[in-house]
């Protein structure tokens, strides 16, 4: 076998996103890019903001000696400091640069953190729906990931969470706003979380570390904010990016941030920064961390994503679809009409060149996520091929 | 535990770099910089070719729409078609840019290709004297490092790699021209070690891998080429990055070749991709790749490094050292006066202000490595302590 058995394994389920984009692609060479309504990718299409590209350029005319060259592999002190004032308002607890380890994107965050903190056979404990790609990541660490059950709203589901807790458990990880659901956890939900996870560290003498994967962080709606996570409990550590909210999710600049109230921390930070190292990531792209330490205070482009969002939903009343109402991130999570299979109605979409992913794919079957970063008149247009491809699915079901 | 039992360990256990580094950096303080002769780090000092700075000026300025964003995992079309053909000509063998694989550094494309390859308790096979990072990026995917002893000239040890092979072995790591050592392997040292993999492939019906790490392959002396692996081992695979020759070390900007003439290239390049993916890589930097699809035919600035071996020969001559003549990198391998102990002699050499990485760090007790990507002139100065030290070694061990 020329590679490895485990990723034998892993390309032969090739997984539903990957076929989604694959069969989106066939789509439009077929009928024309804009003839195919593809919400099914988490890509943003609004372009960085303008403030990033005179960042950019001023630092690229400047071309400061030695600015391409290694530096700590935690990052720049001075990217730490700033992303440190920034993190310290958000998350209503006094951290220092120190807490802050520059990443390779979010999902760079998230493999260091992993490593840094599971042993083999080590639990990570996750509430349906999440995102796929936590599968994988828990796995290359030699972890395993426990699936606790969703709660009917889509909240996070404390009870089952609990349950799921045994003394291998090393995290809880937990995405908020929710990619796919668009779910924004309510910080009493999270005090109730902080509760069970104290309670269960003082029983078992090994407190689970909360994980908290941020990128959608500042994409709210209607005044909503997201409810901090280092401020509600002493061992949770925060992982994120500018992908989303300045659009740079090709550039892989985000970051790991610490909660200093755990006594730990420190053995914790060295142990982020040695994983970083020994990884291969070695440090996040210098002149992208130079570039967001000027950008911290730029919002994302909520504006456009609200109107996408309203419009959206119009698209889905006037079909009849229900759908969870969106508190942040740019998804929509849509219910299968009549109780049915989440699969067999993405095909049926897709007959009317209508793209999303199944929530089957998240651990939600019954439902389908719409990614909904992209242009608003591809949205609208939709809206009668939404129509026929349910009114189609409703009668082959009762055939 | 707040970190994992591994990680614990090796936070123990702090690398001698690791160590050098926090040294010399109290050194400086005392001391001042300039009165520091720090050849501890592989930093260069050069900074990019102002062909780079013109590059990524442009692509700033021109700012285009999307391209911030996500592409596929393997990296933009055009530069791996770009970096395809300067391959094809450097390695002797015809490839497409289907074989090429945009990663972050060359830390990264190991741990991608180790992440693919690797089942449990696989091996992987270096000959000494070798970069430590690999044992940590092996162990990472589950995988063990056998070490194969070193040549008495530190040419590759083809003897010794064969006796270190098994029916475990997935792979053999070399990297040349080589850190520490400068030593650039032969062409028919790498065809004997190709006749050796397929024998033992032919045997047990498992070809190992090569994989060649070659971030130094542009940085040779006296016009010396190093002699290419893809067109010698149908099972080989390139490891390389712009770290060195471009000096985007910061950057984090690599790429991965695979032998088009092995019958599973497609099976490896799919498993690559997916490495990528879920080690949370997910691709290269967007804008640096961009960038050096540009300037995949700018030449690296051996005569500066030329110039600096020059320097660094003469001060060693002077002191009475001997050293391995460096064919390439930027390294130069000095023999321990008298047969005497790495640890001890880089200990009196840090007295006089020098600092060096002890052999014993590379497997190869008895020597000490020198970087001279550093100024000339720091180089021309440690002239006298150099003298020195090799004197008051020599004199404690009489004593």
Known sequence: MPVSR???????????????????????????????????IGNPDIDPPEAFRKTLLRLATENAAGSHGYMPNAGYQHVRDALARKISREQGVALDGRCVIMSVG????????????????DEVVVCKPYFMEYRAYTANHGGVLVEAEAAANFNLNVDAIQAALSDKTAAVLINSPNNPTGRVY???TLEELSVVLLRHGKKTGRYPYLIADEPYRELTYDGIVTPPVLCTYPHSIVAS???????????RIGYIAVCPQNDDADV?????????????????????????????????????????????KRVLDSAGLSYINPEGAFY???????????????????????????????????????????????INRSAGSFKVAKEQFLSERRA
Chains 1, 2 share one sequence.
Request: charged letters at 20%.
């Open 6 to 40: 485990s990723i034998q394994k892993a390309l032969g389920s090739s997984s539903m996103i990957r076929k989604m984009f694959e069969e989106g692609g066939v789509l439009k060479k077929k009928y024309g890019d804009v003839n195919v309504f593809d919400f099914s």
């Open 106 to 121: 979010a999902a760079g965050a998230l493999n260091v953190i992993l490593k840094s903190i599971l042993n083999p056979e």
């Open 186 to 188: 309510p910080a009493e």
């Open 241 to 251: 990016s500018y992908s989303k909210n300045l659009s740079l999710p090709g550039e």
């Open 268 to 312: 914790l930070i060295n142990a982020l920064i040695y994983a970083t190292r020994v990884l291969g990531y070695v440090n996040a792209p210098a002149l992208m961390q130079r570039c967001i330490a000027e950008l911290v205070e730029v919002k994302a482009a909520v504006d456009i994503y609200a109107n996408r969002r309203m419009v959206f």
């Open 332 to 378: 929509i999570f849509c219910k299968v009409p009549a109780g049915g299979d989440d699969l067999a109605f993405v095909d049926v979409l897709k007959k009317h060149l209508i793209l999303g992913v199944p929530g089957s794919a998240f651990g939600a079957p019954g439902w389908v996520r719409f990614a909904y970063c992209v242009n608003e008149d591809l």
